[in-house]
Nanobody
Framework: QVQLVESGGELVQAGGSLRLSCAASGRTSTRYAMGWFRQAPGKEREFVAAISWGGTDTPYADSVKGRFTISRDNAKNTVYLHMNSLKPEDTAIYYC????????????????WGQGTQVTVSS
């Protein structure tokens, strides 16, 4: 089992930046890919970004390419989502996820989920 705890979500103005963090604990000896999903009110949860254990594969959703960057620090069992040029449509609960493959996560599937952190972007 892997436990994931997100932090960093808050209210920010459009055009601003935020950094989300996700700390993993438990069975972290397995080389999991990690990623971020989000769910806006009234919408289904959607893939945002993922990163392979070694950091060489980083798929992104088209809606965030060029604005968001995912990174990880394996020594700290932590993954980050750096969000720039935020838009009101980025408002959502952001969920951290862990799985065996960043490619699988990009298709919408993951093995472990965090509880989520709220990001609100005001216009």
């Amino acid at each position: 089992q892997v436990q994931l705890v997100e932090s960093g979500g808050e209210l920010v103005q459009a055009g601003g930046s935020l950094r989300l963090s996700c700390a993993a604990s438990g069975r972290t000896s397995t080389r999991y890919a990690m990623g971020w999903f989000r769910q806006a009110p009234g919408k289904e949860r959607e893939f945002v970004a993922a990163i392979s254990w070694g950091g060489t594969d980083t798929p992104y959703a088209d809606s965030v390419k060029g604005r968001f960057t995912i990174s990880r620090d394996n020594a700290k069992n932590t993954v980050y989502l750096h969000m720039n040029s935020l838009k009101p449509e980025d408002t959502a609960i952001y969920y951290c996820a862990a799985g065996l493959s960043s490619t699988t996560m990009a298709s919408g599937r993951s093995d472990y989920w965090g509880q989520g952190t709220q990001v609100t972007v005001s216009s």
